[in-house]
């Protein structure tokens, strides 16, 4: 079965600072998800990779997928306290079915002031 | 539309006791997952629903799980005789697959139940 593993399991960052988070897949990627989680709530979709080599970016947070497909990074620019959280990678565990996800355990971000 | 909605959003019960959770999926969103995330880990899939048909249970739906979503629309899970290892964020999804392309799944604020 397709296992996601995260790197690191948690990153205390001073604000300003860029930071990188990284998540490594056991199989070939159909679609990757990034989402984030405020500790007790759900998740807010961040963005959806699909293609070997694609690199979508939303403000100042910039997710790439590799060329193998088995590996994502989410690099934030400049952190602010608001992108505190927790940092999840899904996988399809359906081909393009965005719904049933395998997902990593999660990266937990703090950003001090 | 204001996106999933589940409720309530907390629970706490006595062991052995039934619970009962419900999700309102977004209004044209034909399929629906169920999700569980324990303190520290990922969320992991337990079922999903395509409009009223229930297409796949995980291995970690026990007997006393079940979930439904009559009518296609908001969906029930309901746990049976709880016990303390059920205590966990119960998560809720909806996305929209069809001939036009899919959506990413959206998810609701989640139920969190504690079994005491």
């Known amino acids: 079965s397709q296992e996601l593993e995260q790197s690191p399991q948690s990153l205390i960052v001073q604000e300003g600072k860029n930071l990188t988070i990284n998540c490594t897949s056991s199989k070939t990627l159909y679609g990757l998800y990034w989402y984030k989680q405020k500790y007790g709530e759900g998740l807010i979709f961040l963005m959806m990779l699909q293609k070997g080599g694609e690199e979508k970016s939303h403000e100042k947070i910039t997710a790439k997928l590799d060329e193998k497909k088995q590996q994502s990074s989410l690099h934030i620019t400049a952190s602010q306290p608001s992108h505190a959280g927790i940092y999840l990678c899904?996988?399809?565990?359906?081909?393009?079915?965005?719904?049933?996800?395998?997902f990593g355990q999660g990266t937990e971000l703090s950003v001090k002031p | 539309d204001t996106g999933v909605s589940q409720n309530p959003r907390h629970k706490i019960t006595k062991r052995g006791q039934n619970v009962t959770f419900r999700c309102d999926p977004i209004?044209?969103?034909?399929?629906l997952y169920w999700y569980r995330q324990t303190l520290g880990q990922g969320p992991e899939f337990l079922t999903y629903f395509q409009n009223e048909a229930q297409l796949e249970k995980s291995r970690l739906l026990s007997d006393r799980f079940s979930a439904e979503r009559p009518k296609g629309s908001f969906s029930t899970l309901e746990i049976q005789r709880t016990e303390q290892g059920d205590s966990a964020m119960y998560l809720c999804a909806s996305s929209l697959t069809g001939s036009v392309g899919n959506t990413e799944a959206f998810f609701g604020q989640g139920t969190r139940l504690t079994v005491v």
């Open positions: 899904g996988a399809d565990a359906l081909y393009n079915q965005g719904g049933k996800l395998i």
């Open positions: 209004s044209e969103h034909n399929r």
